[in-house]
C-alpha cells in the first residue's frame, strides 16, 4: 500500500490553508512517539521513512472546517481535529510498516541479505508501536467515540488485508470482491479520518448527523477511486519502464481492477495466453509483462479502470451538497478531481 | 512468550470460582472476532491455537472481586469487567502471533519450508485484527479510561519489545535493563488486566484509588515474578533434554537473569568459557549446552533466580494488605505463590 494516498503537486496549495493544523498535528504525532529509552528513539527514526504527505491528517482538518461551514481554516483552536489528525496518520504509517514484513517465500525468491535492520521482527514491533500509540493518543481524548471509530476502522482494514491474502494467486478473483477488498482495506480509514473530522467540529454526542455523514460518505468514495488510479498507476508504472519493473501488485498475486475488467472481456484465447502471463509474473518472471499490457490495452480496460475511478470521484463530490459553504468545501472538491489525474 | 503466564495444573480451582465470568469473556471474545466474511472467519480459527489459559481475564476477574471484598465470585453482573477480561486476553495473543514472526536470519537458520499457512503475512495480520478488535471491543465501553489504560499498556509492550530487540546478542546486558525490558514487556499488561478489574468495580471516573493502585502494584510484581520463573524454565527445560532441545532465549540471543547473574558472578576463565557458548547457541550450535548449564549451577545462578522470583512474589502479596477481605483476596495469594512453584 506504500505510496497509496500520496498528495501530488497539485495539492500542495489545497494543504497549504490547513499548514497550522498540519504543523500542530505533526508536534502531537512526535510528541506521542518520544520515549525515555534512547534505543526506542533510535528505532523510532526509522519509521520516518515512512512519513507521506499527511493525506488523512489533511482530510481530518477539512472536514473539521468544512462541518463548521468555517470562513477560515486556521481557526483550529480545539485539541480534538489535532489528536484525530496525528491518530489517521499513525495508522496508516502502521499499515506501511506491516506491509514491509515479507512472507518467507519472497525472502527467498528475492534472495534478501540478512537485513542490518533485524528485518521482519523489527517492522512488526515498530508497526505495534505505532498502532498502540494511536489508540493511546485517541483515548486521551474525553470521548470514546473517536476511539470507536479509529478502532472500527482498523479492524475492518485488517479484515480487508485477510481477504486480500485469502484471494492471492486467485485467478478468478471477482469484481464484488475486488471492491470489498478495497472498500476496507483503504477507504474504510479515509472515511473514518473524514468523520472524526467532522465529528470533532459537530460534537462526538451527535449521533446520525447529516453532515457527518455526508462527509463519511465523501471519504468512502474518495479511497476508492484514489485505490483504483492506484491499481492504474501499479501498471502503467511498469509499461514506462517495461522489463526493469513489473507491477508490484501482480507479483504479489493482487488482482486488480484493470486484470480483472481483461479477463472478463478478452476472448478466450486472449484470456488463456494472459493468465499464463499473470501466473508467470506471480512466479517471479517478468519477461512477458510487455505483451500482457498491449492485451489489456485490447480490451480497453485501462480506461475502463479510470471511468470507473471517475465515477466514484463524481459520486464523492455529489455528497459535498449536504455541506455547509465556506472555503474548505471547494477544497475537498479540488483534492477529488485531484485523485483521478495524479500520476504518481 | 508463548506459554509464559499458562496457569498450572494446581491453578484450576482457582479458575473455578471465577468459571461463569470466564465463560462469558469467551463469548464476548468469539462474538467480536467473528467476521461476515467467510475467508476471514477461516483465518480467524488459526487463532484458537494461540489460546491460553485466560490469566489475564482471570486476574480481572478477581481483582474486580477483590476491590468490592465480594464474598460471591459468581455475582459479576456488569458488563465492563467481561468485557476488560476479553480486550486483555486479545491484545495478550496479539502478541503471541507476532511473536511468531520470524526474522529472515532465523527462517534460513531454520530451513523451514514455505508455510501453507502463507507465514508471516498472515501472523502479520491476524495479530493487527486481534489489536484493533481490542481497541474496537474496549472502546464500546462508556468511559475511555479502560482504553487509555488498555492503550497504554499495549505501548509499553512495545517498548519493551524494541528495547529486547536493541539488545539482542548484547553479552553485557546488565540487571537494570533486564528488569527494564521485562517490566514494559510482560510485566504491564498484568499489571493492567489487574487494574481495569479493580477500576470497573470502582467506578473508572476515580483517580488514584489506593485499591486499584494497589491491585496494579500485585499484577506488576506478579508478571515480574513470572517471566523471571519463566526464564529458569527455559533454562531447565533444556537441562532435561539436552542435545534435544535448547533454551529458546539464548537461541534468540536474549539474556536472562540466570545468565546475568552467571556472567556477573563467575571467574574470568569460567565466564569466557560460558561466553563462547552463550555466542554459539545465539548461532544456532547448542552442542555445549550441557557444560554451560553445569557452569551456570555453579555460580549458584538458578537458585539466585529463584530466590529473586520469591522476592517478587513477596511484594506481590504484601500489596495485597490494602485490599478488603473477601473471597477473592485468598486466590490471589494462592495465584502468586503458584507463580514460582509452577513447572511448566
Do not use: W
Not at 493525506?55 to 477560515?72: F, H, I, Q, Y
Not at 514491509?100 to 517465500?105: N, P, S, T
Amino acid at each position: 500500500m506504500q505510496g497509496v494516498l500520496d498528495i501530488p503537486e497539485e495539492l500542495r496549495e489545497i494543504q497549504s490553508v490547513v499548514v497550522d493544523g498540519l504543523a500542530r498535528v505533526s508536534d502531537v504525532f512526535d510528541e506521542q512517539l518520544r520515549s525515555e529509552l534512547p534505543p526506542v528513539d533510535t528505532m523510532c527514526a526509522h519509521i520516518e521513512r515512512y512519513r507521506g504527505k499527511m493525506l488523512r491528517p489533511t482530510l481530518v482538518l477539512l472536514c473539521n472546517a468544512a462541518a463548521r461551514g468555517s470562513e477560515d481554516l486556521s481557526a483550529v483552536t480545539d485539541r480534538a481535529p489535532i489528536v484525530c489528525g496525528a491518530v489517521s496518520e499513525m495508522v496508516h504509517m502502521a499499515t506501511l510498516v506491516h506491509d514491509d514484513v515479507l512472507d518467507e517465500a519472497e525472502i527467498r525468491r528475492r534472495g534478501r541479505t540478512i537485513n542490518a535492520m533485524k528485518g521482519n521482527e523489527t517492522s512488526v514491533i515498530l508497526g505495534d508501536y505505532l498502532i498502540a500509540s494511536a489508540y493511546e493518543l485517541c483515548s486521551s481524548l474525553e470521548s470514546p467515540v473517536p476511539s470507536r471509530i479509529v478502532g472500527r476502522a482498523s479492524a475492518v482494514m485488517c479484515t480487508g488485508e485477510l481477504l486480500q491474502l485469502h484471494n492471492r494467486n486467485n485467478l478468478s478473483l471477482d469484481e464484488p470482491t475486488y471492491f470489498e477488498i478495497l472498500k476496507r482495506k483503504t477507504a474504510a480509514l479515509i472515511g473514518a479520518a473524514c468523520e472524526l473530522g467532522a465529528r470533532s467540529a459537530l460534537g462526538f454526542d451527535r449521533e446520525h448527523d447529516p453532515i457527518a455523514e455526508a462527509l463519511r460518505g465523501f471519504g468512502l468514495d474518495l479511497g476508492i477511486a484514489f485505490q483504483i488510479q492506484d491499481d492504474v498507476l501499479d501498471l502503467t508504472g511498469t509499461l514506462e519502464e517495461v522489463g526493469k519493473s513489473v507491477g508490484k501488485d501482480l507479483e504479489k498475486g493482487k488482482l486488480t481492477y484493470p486484470i480483472i475488467h481483461h479477463l472478463a472481456h478478452a476472448d478466450d484465447e486472449t484470456r488463456e495466453r494472459s493468465l499464463i502471463d499473470v501466473r508467470a509474473i506471480g512466479e517471479g518472471d517478468s519477461s512477458d509483462v510487455a505483451s500482457l499490457i498491449e492485451r489489456i490495452e485490447g480490451t480497453a480496460s485501462l480506461e475502463a479502470t479510470r471511468a470507473c475511478a471517475v465515477s466514484y470521484v463524481e459520486s464523492a463530490k455529489s455528497r459535498l451538497s449536504a455541506i455547509p459553504d465556506g472555503v474548505a468545501k471547494p477544497m475537498l472538491t479540488l483534492l477529488a478531481d485531484a485523485v483521478v489525474t495524479r500520476s504518481h
